[in-house]
Nanobody
Framework: QVQLVQSGGGLVQPGGSLRLSCAAS????????IGWFRQAPGKEREGVSC????????YYKDSVKGRFTISRDVANNTMYLQMNNLEPEDTGVYYC????????????????????WGKGTLVTVSS
């Protein structure tokens, strides 16, 4: 059974940092496409960052470039989003997601969309 368990959200002051974690079980995320998304109050969900399958390419939303870093730890089967220099506009519920390859030789780009989602974790940036 595929599960994504998130942790790491909370309240932080502007300029502060947080690291979000997403522990995967029921599959190995080593080669899959992985991503982080967020939904701000009153707004639609948007993509924040994504790594294509086999680490072909990594993408970031323009407003987070240079501040956020997406990564995966294969040994711990966990993906991360390191967020630095946080701004109030970064406030929202953050979701991790994966698109699981049907076989290792396949490829998924970030535009394909995701298959499984975490339950979300709230990040609030406020003084």
């Amino acid at each position: 059974q595929v599960q994504l368990v998130q942790s790491g959200g909370g309240l932080v002051q502007p300029g502060g940092s947080l690291r979000l974690s997403c522990a995967a079980s029921g599959f190995s995320l080593e080669y899959d496409a992985i991503g982080w998304f967020r939904q701000a109050p009153g707004k639609e969900r948007e993509g924040v960052s994504c790594i294509e399958s086999h680490d072909f390419n990594t993408y970031y939303k323009d407003s987070v470039k240079g501040r956020f870093t997406i990564s995966r730890d294969v040994a711990n089967n966990t993906m991360y989003l390191q967020m630095n220099n946080l701004e109030p506009e970064d406030t929202g519920v953050y979701y991790c997601a994966v698109a699981i390859l049907p076989r290792r030789g396949h490829h998924y780009g970030c535009e394909r969309g995701m298959d499984y989602w975490g339950k979300g974790t709230l990040v609030t940036v406020s003084s």
